[in-house]
Nanobody
Framework: VQLQASGGGLVQAGGSLRLSCAAS????????VGWFRQAPGKEREFVAA????????WYADSVKGRFTIPRDNAKNTVYLQMNSLKPEDTAVYYC???????????????????WGQGTEVTVSS
């Protein structure tokens, strides 16, 4: 399977970006997808996740109310819509797939098996 993350860039605080995670090589609609990010000098952290059907989503407290994670299984793509961006959102954003996640595992990077290459987001103040 291959995951291609795109859509990153430079944006001013308060602005918006939409990241895309396009998948190929597997039945994308059968898998959960998560977004993680890693800022310079920091560990990778969970941002958002969505189960295969799209019915259930989870968000980190730091992005709740500002980010959403819609998916379009017909296009084999999951998005990360980021609004009201803050300088502390600056990071490299990664998408990843998991066969199954639940309320006790969605935030754990070890539960995700395939990862995209990352796309860089920079939010200026």
């Amino acid at each position: 399977v291959q995951l291609q993350a795109s859509g990153g860039g430079l944006v001013q605080a308060g602005g918006s970006l939409r990241l895309s995670c396009a998948a190929s090589g597997r039945t994308f609609s059968s898998y959960a997808v998560g977004w993680f990010r890693q800022a310079p000098g920091k560990e990778r952290e969970f941002v958002a996740a969505i189960i295969s059907s799209g019915i259930t989503t989870w968000y980190a407290d730091s992005v709740k109310g500002r980010f959403t994670i819609p998916r379009d299984n017909a296009k084999n793509t999951v998005y990360l819509q980021m609004n009201s961006l803050k300088p502390e959102d600056t990071a490299v954003y990664y998408c990843a797939t998991a066969p199954f996640i639940y309320s006790g595992s969605y935030y754990n990077p070890a539960k995700y098996d395939y990862w995209g290459q990352g796309t860089e987001v920079t939010v200026s103040s």
